[in-house]
């Protein structure tokens, strides 16, 4: 994993970078959240989750393999919210995030992201006792 410093001005930049290969795991509506999970492996013995939280607009392939979260350039971004619906009053509030992979691109324009490293249950509930740090996180 690798985290890099944000963007300045309208340049693009990688934001964060992991060699895993994350899955969409879960998107519920009701507190607009968006889980990109990537398992447990034999190299990674602990899972690691991307959170994006406030989502209001997303497109996503299911998986990303060697995954770079980036931003876009401020004409891009402007797009991407005019399309989702914001009210201009909000969009200072939102991050436009890119994501690209081996496997496909899209992105996610939500109020916050987190990548969360911790715990080994994958396929049922995650389990609120399994400690898991925030290695990174970003607030629009």
Request: charged letters at 25%; hydrophobic letters at 40%; glycine letters at 10%.
């Amino acid at each position: 994993m690798t985290v890099l410093p944000g963007a300045a001005g309208g340049d693009v930049s990688v934001l964060f970078a992991s060699e895993r290969t994350f899955r969409v795991w879960r998107y519920g509506v009701g507190h607009s959240q968006l889980l990109l999970r990537a398992a447990p492996d034999a190299a990674h013995p602990v899972r690691m989750d991307l959170l994006f939280e406030g989502v209001d607009a997303m497109q996503l392939v299911t998986r990303y393999e060697t995954l770079e979260v980036h931003t876009f350039d401020d004409e891009e971004s402007g797009r991407i919210l005019e399309r989702s619906g914001v009210p201009s009053r909000w969009r200072s509030e939102r991050l436009v995030l890119g994501l690209r992979s081996r496997s496909g691109t899209g992105y996610v324009q939500c109020r916050k992201v987190s990548a969360l490293l911790g715990g080994t249950n994958v396929l049922g509930p995650d389990d609120p006792a399994e400690p898991v740090d925030v290695v990174w996180s970003l607030r629009g």
